[in-house]
């Protein structure tokens, strides 16, 4: 493999990191005030359906943005008026959830299936940092969300990590019963923090359309992404800024059969097993990380999944 095609390939991984790190970074929100959402895929086409109607209705990139993330936010409520209002078993509802998200963008979507979206996101030149060998293309020669992913990261690690109120989401997390009896409130915390990942879901399902494959296709804008964000978030064991490390690995799991199918030793692998290499490597980290014991060494919330009930505190 050449040095060019190997720049080509990393750079490629950066930008396909983005819609993963954020529905993970989404899910470790919900996941840290203890709220267990499968539901990231459905969330994802929701929020790509609607923003490819309103890109191509308005033209403008970033409403389309704006609305495909509260679209995300609004689709995830029912996944917290059923988990934390009547405390219904949360892997049935994030399941429902994908479920009912693939039926309706399928019907949202129906008279745009297949059509091109006129605009996308363009790279922000660095001038003379983007000519840097490597670095450049890696670091300076991105588009907008790449960096605005960065800082939410960034933001999400310092708000969980520095402030009251990401303790007071990680007491929830943890004890919701010992949260109660400091006067935090768990239901809402658990609302806001459900729909705020909702919310980064509906914006990667967003971005998916708006800046890598400018169109919509039900059976392929997402792709599998949104179970990928859920392994992503086990593999960087509920820390922030290593799910932009994992992203960055499972996106160039996710570029890397492009150019494995041009090496000269490549030609007798069958190219769909080349293209499963990020899904063998979500199963290799749900296998390895998966134990009950093995989360709640690396960092798993410990009431994770389960329903708050205040009488059984």
Do not use: C
Request: aromatic share 10%; proline share 5%.
């Amino acid at each position: 493999m050449n040095d060019t095609a190997i720049v080509l390939t990393l750079a490629a991984a950066v930008a396909a990191a983005v819609p993963i790190a954020l529905a993970a970074l989404g899910e470790l929100l919900s996941e840290k005030s203890g709220v267990l959402n499968l539901g990231v895929e459905g969330m994802m086409l929701i929020g790509a359906v609607m923003a490819f109607q309103v890109g191509d209705a308005s033209g403008s990139l970033w409403l389309a943005l704006l609305v495909g993330s509260v679209a995300g936010a609004v689709f995830s409520s029912i996944h917290a008026f059923l988990s934390v209002t009547l405390r219904a078993n949360q892997i049935v509802s994030g399941l429902a959830l994908v479920i009912f998200g693939t039926g309706l963008s399928t019907f949202i979507g129906k008279s745009i299936e297949g059509k091109p979206l006129a605009t996308d996101f363009t790279p922000i030149r660095w001038g003379p940092l983007g000519d840097i060998p490597l670095l450049g293309p890696l670091l300076f020669d991105q588009d907008p969300m790449v960096y605005a992913t960065i800082a939410i990261a960034i933001l999400i690690a310092f708000y969980l990590n520095r402030t009251k109120a990401g303790l007071s989401v990680r007491a929830v997390g943890e004890s919701p019963g010992t949260a109660d009896t400091m006067g935090i409130a768990v239901a809402a915390t658990r609302y806001a923090h459900v729909m705020a990942g909702g919310f980064l879901a509906g914006m990667a399902g967003a971005y998916l359309v708006l800046g890598q494959v400018p169109s919509w296709s039900q059976d392929g804008t997402t792709a599998g992404i949104g179970w990928i964000a859920l392994a992503l978030v086990v593999f960087a064991s509920w820390r922030p800024l290593r799910v932009l490390l994992g992203a960055f690995l499972f996106g160039f799991a996710r570029r890397a059969n492009f150019w494995l199918q041009g090496e000269e030793w490549a030609p007798n692998i069958p190219a769909e097993f080349l293209s499963m290499l990020p899904y063998l490597l979500t199963i290799a980290v749900l296998v390895v990380w998966g134990s009950r014991d093995l989360r709640r060494r690396v960092g798993a919330p410990m009431a994770l999944g389960v329903p708050y009930v205040r009488d059984e505190r």
